[in-house]
T-cell receptor, first 112, second 115 residues
Framework: GQQLNQSPQSMFIQEGEDVSMNCTSS?????WLWYKQEPGEGPVLLIA?????ELTSNGRLTAQFGITRKDSFLNISASIPSDVGIYFC????????????FGRGTQLTVWP | NAGVTQTPKFRVLKTGQSMTLLCAQD?????MYWYRQDPGMGLRLIHY???????AKGEVPDGYNVSRLKKQNFLLGLESAAPSQTSVYFC??????????????FGPGTRLTVL
């Protein structure tokens, strides 16, 4: 089946540092999404990418949809303690039904 | 406006018992989804619904049944619980599938343990 390779699995950084994580696949997808999950909560959508090459920002977050449509990255600039959580990439399964396929997540820890 | 709510928040079952998880949304969304999340894994789609009275299988549907009798509710049933179904279950809803600017909203989750 389809597999999203998300890396790194975990990151431990100091407040103020920049963060970069990425997601790759052997298959082509037309939509890439980035979610954040905090402890005890459901995922919350951060950024949605719908076009190859698209670069989108949301505050300190920036994400890009790879030209090959097989990858995406998420950058967080000047991290703060509330950035702590698990970040997931997700893709749509090839229709507009919203059947999402998730990566395994990147656990981010930010030290003050 | 409560968004997506899930009942119960926690539950412990014995193998072979049955239970129903309830998901409710007050956003008049057409599409609803049930996912499960296991340690170190992303969410995996169990079943989904594209409207009242409709259901369809997702990635991992075995051992689960669902019903969408009312637009605002999506029920997930376990007829005979197994330890492999120990997981955190998330419900989500969206207005109209996956289109630009059409976000999928998630509930807070139900933590289920099957002994």
């Amino acid at each position: 089946g389809q597999q999203l390779n998300q890396s790194p699995q975990s990151m431990f950084i100091q407040e103020g540092e920049d963060v970069s994580m990425n997601c790759t696949s052997s298959s082509i997808f037309n939509t890439w999404l980035w979610y954040k999950q905090e402890p005890g909560e459901g995922p919350v959508l951060l950024i949605a990418l719908y076009k190859a090459g698209e670069l989108t920002s949301n505050g300190r977050l920036t994400a890009q949809f790879g030209i090959t449509r097989k990858d995406s990255f998420l950058n967080i600039s000047a991290s703060i303690p509330s950035d702590v959580g698990i970040y997931f990439c997700a893709v749509d399964r090839g229709s507009t039904l919203g059947r999402l396929y998730f990566g395994r997540g990147t656990q981010l820890t930010v030290w003050p | 406006n409560a968004g997506v709510t899930q009942t119960p928040k926690f539950r412990v079952l014995k193998t072979g018992q049955s239970m129903t998880l309830l998901c409710a949304q007050d956003m008049n969304h057409e599409y609803m989804y049930w996912y499960r999340q296991d340690p170190g894994m992303g969410l995996r789609l169990i079943h989904y619904s594209v409207g009242e009275g409709t259901t369809a299988k997702g990635e991992v549907p075995d051992g689960y049944n669902v019903s969408r009798l009312k637009k605002q509710n999506f029920l997930l049933g376990l007829e005979s619980a197994a330890p492999s179904q120990t997981s955190v279950y998330f419900c989500a809803s969206s207005y109209q599938g996956l289109k630009r600017n059409n976000e999928q909203f998630f509930g807070p989750g139900t933590r289920l343990t099957v002994l």
